[in-house]
């Protein structure tokens, strides 16, 4: 009757453990206890989920801190060298660098990811090629979205537009920006609306990094949203001037995007690293408060953005991490809240790249990972190990809970 079975599995929403079975690579069945003769994999209580979805990171330009030099640590300073080592970049050392970042992210229990790759004139298509050919290679461990983007600017760099476009055309799921870094930003925003709207894909922007509460070109992306009729198909990474906002702006602001329907990505290790540079003391920690924006309806989520590189020098493609570092600068210690980030990392993230549903049901892929945990606030308080994880029911992955080898006295 089925190919697999899990046994003594929490689920998130279910408050009793329950047996899992799983045909044909989907969910076959959900119940508190499944009559089967056959091998089961027991999970003991331990949480099963869907697998944690990272809607933001550069397997492109991971992993070349051997090629850069850092003095400032600033975010001028990690664009500057980025740009710099980028054209070195070659198919096959992007696909290597990536490959790592994959390898650890399947590990840590990321069932589905969402890259930003940079295209411009110096790089070309190369970065893209290689990155679609480990989406094809990891087909079987994690879903890979691609998000072709101009990091260094579209106005003012002739020849990016044609790049992105024939990515469009070449398998590229969606379209991202950088206003920011543009000369004209406005009107980066406006082209780039245009092309995701010929090619029929969403928008994913980097945005706003800065802690100058005034300016920047969240306005320009609600009305652009709005006008394209877009709600629902726009993301934006960073915000780092939401950290800047007093308190009854912020929630304008909140209920502005989440009527407009802008959803927003959170990247606390490298807002935490970059911002705040000009500070000796009370150091800013220029990191937008999802958990906010998230009571007032803003879909949100929390991801990891950069490893190794200029812009975060450190880093492992965990989430589970992620979320407890997230938690922690966002002084989030109740059960409730713990729980909204562990949904940041998982299906509010899945909804932020397309799925709508993320739960443990019948029907749903048998795309699925075991953490030691109880709950999803308890993984996120514990940073919850995980501990195997299937892919359309093949398993992908399994790590050992230590052993003490020796009982205490």
């Known amino acids: 009757m089925f190919d697999l079975l899990l046994r003594q599995a929490r689920t998130p929403g279910r408050t009793a453990p329950v047996d899992i079975g799983i045909a044909d690579g989907r969910i076959a069945a959900v119940e508190p206890r499944i009559d ?63 490959r790592t970042v994959l390898e650890k992210a399947v590990g840590f229990g990321t069932t589905r990811m969402r890259t930003h790759v940079e295209v411009d004139p110096r790089v070309g298509l190369a ?27 579209l106005t003012n760099d002739p020849g990016t537009e044609e790049l ?69 198909r ?34 606390p290790a490298t807002d935490l690293y970059l911002n705040g540079r000009d500070r000796d003391h009370l150091v800013p920690r220029g990191v937008a408060p999802a958990h906010s924006l998230a009571e007032r309806g803003v879909l949100t989520s929390v991801a990891t953005n950069n490893v190794r590189n200029p812009f975060t020098p450190y880093g492992d493609a965990s989430l589970m991490r992620m979320a407890n570092l997230f938690a922690n600068v966002a002084q989030v210690g109740l059960e409730e809240g713990l729980s909204s980030v562990f949904s940041m990392v998982s299906d509010g993230a899945a909804r932020l790249t397309g799925e709508a549903d993320w739960s443990v049901s019948v029907g749903a892929p048998a795309n699925l990972v075991l953490l030691d945990a109880a709950s999803p606030a308890d993984a996120v308080a514990g940073i919850a190990q995980a501990r195997a994880g299937w892919k359309a029911g093949r398993q992908t992955f399994e790590h050992a809970l230590p052993r003490l080898l020796n009982s205490p006295r």
């Open 36 to 98: 089967a003769n056959m091998h089961a994999f027991v999970c003991d209580g331990g949480l099963v989920f869907r697998g944690f979805v990272d809607s933001h990171i550069h397997l492109d330009k991971a992993c070349i801190m051997d090629r850069c030099r850092l003095c400032e640590g600033t975010l001028k300073e990690a664009i500057t060298e980025t740009a710099a080592a980028k054209r070195g970049f070659t198919r096959e050392d992007v696909r290597e660098r990536g």
């Open 127 to 153: 970065s893209f090629e290689a990155i679609l050919q480990l989406k094809s290679d990891f087909a079987d461990f994690l879903d890979l979205q691609i998000c072709v983007f101009p990091q260094e600017g």
């Open 164 to 232: 992105l476009d024939e990515a469009l055309s070449n398998g590229a799921d969606l379209l991202g920006g950088c206003p920011y870094t543009d000369t004209d930003p406005d009107e980066q925003i406006r082209r780039l609306f245009l092309l995701a709207e010929r090619h029929g894909v969403d928008l994913d922007f980097h945005l706003d990094f800065d802690l100058e509460p005034t300016g920047g070109s969240l306005a320009a992306i609600v009305a652009a949203t709005r006008r394209h009729g877009y709600g629902g």
């Open 234 to 267: 726009v993301a934006i990474g960073h915000v780092t001037k939401l950290s800047a906002l007093p308190k009854d702006v912020l929630e304008r602001t909140a209920e502005t995007l989440a009527e407009a329907g802008v959803a927003v990505t959170v990247l």
